[in-house]
C-alpha cells in the first residue's frame, strides 16, 4: 500500500514536470521552414545545393545545439560564425529552435551521393580505421558505421553533400568553425591532408 502510493506520487511529479514543458508547435515550425528556410534549405531540409546543408533526419539534440550557436546571446559572441545563418535564425527563440529542430528532424533524408570511385577506398580505410600513423580516430567511432551518428552527440554525416563535409573538415582545420566540444574535430582535421579530407567527405556522402 505504502508502496503503491510512493508510486503514485512519483507519476504525479513525473507528470506536472512534464506538463511545465509546452509541447514544440509544430505547424509553426513548419510555416518558419515554408516562409524562412526554404531558400537554402528547402521546406523539407533536403537542400538541392551543396552550399546549404542537407537537415532533414539529422539528429534533434545537434541541430538545436548548432541552431543556438549561430544566434548571439545576451551580446555574447556568436559561437558558430555564419553570415547567412546568423540573420536567419537572430529572430528565433530557444523554443521556436526546438521545434524546428523537432520538425527538420523529423523529415526523410534524401541523400547525397559519393562522386568518386577512385578514392573509395581510401576514404572507406579512414572512415573505418582512421590514419594511424598520424593518430586520427576512425570517424565510424563516433559517427557511427553507417554515418548515422550517435545522437545527442555525434551528427550523422551519411548522405550529406561531400562539399559541406569537406568545407566544415576545413573549417576545423583553420579553425573557423570551433563549436566542437572538447576540439575533438580541430584535432582531428588539423591532422589531415587536403586528400585525405576529400577522399573521407565524399565516402561519407556515399554511406546508407
Ligand atoms: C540564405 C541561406 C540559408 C537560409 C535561408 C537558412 N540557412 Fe541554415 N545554413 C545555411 C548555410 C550556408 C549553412 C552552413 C553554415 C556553415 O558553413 O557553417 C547552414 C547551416 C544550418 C544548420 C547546421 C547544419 C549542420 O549540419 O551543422 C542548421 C541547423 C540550419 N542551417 C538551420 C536553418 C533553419 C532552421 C533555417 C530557417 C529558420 C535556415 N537554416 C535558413 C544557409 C541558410
Ligand atoms: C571522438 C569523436 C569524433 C570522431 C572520432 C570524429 N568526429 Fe566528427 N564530429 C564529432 C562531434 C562531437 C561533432 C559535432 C560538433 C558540434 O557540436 O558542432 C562532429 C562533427 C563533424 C562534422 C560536421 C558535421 C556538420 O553537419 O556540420 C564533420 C564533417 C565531421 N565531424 C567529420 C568527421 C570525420 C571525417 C571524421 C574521421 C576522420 C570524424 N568526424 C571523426 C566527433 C567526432
Known sequence: MIKRSLLLSLLLVAG??????????????RQTAETNCVACHMVDGNSELPDYPKIAGQSEDYLLKQMKEFKSWDGKPVVRENAFMGAMISPLEEADMKAMAVYFSGQTLKPAAAKQPDTFAEGQKIWRAGIVKKGVPACAACHGPAGKGMPAQYPALAGQFPEYLETQLRAFRDGTRKNDPAAVMQAIALRMTEPEIKAVSDYAAGLR
Open 16 to 29: 506536472s514536470a512534464h506538463a511545465q514543458e509546452p509541447a514544440p508547435d509544430l505547424e509553426k515550425a
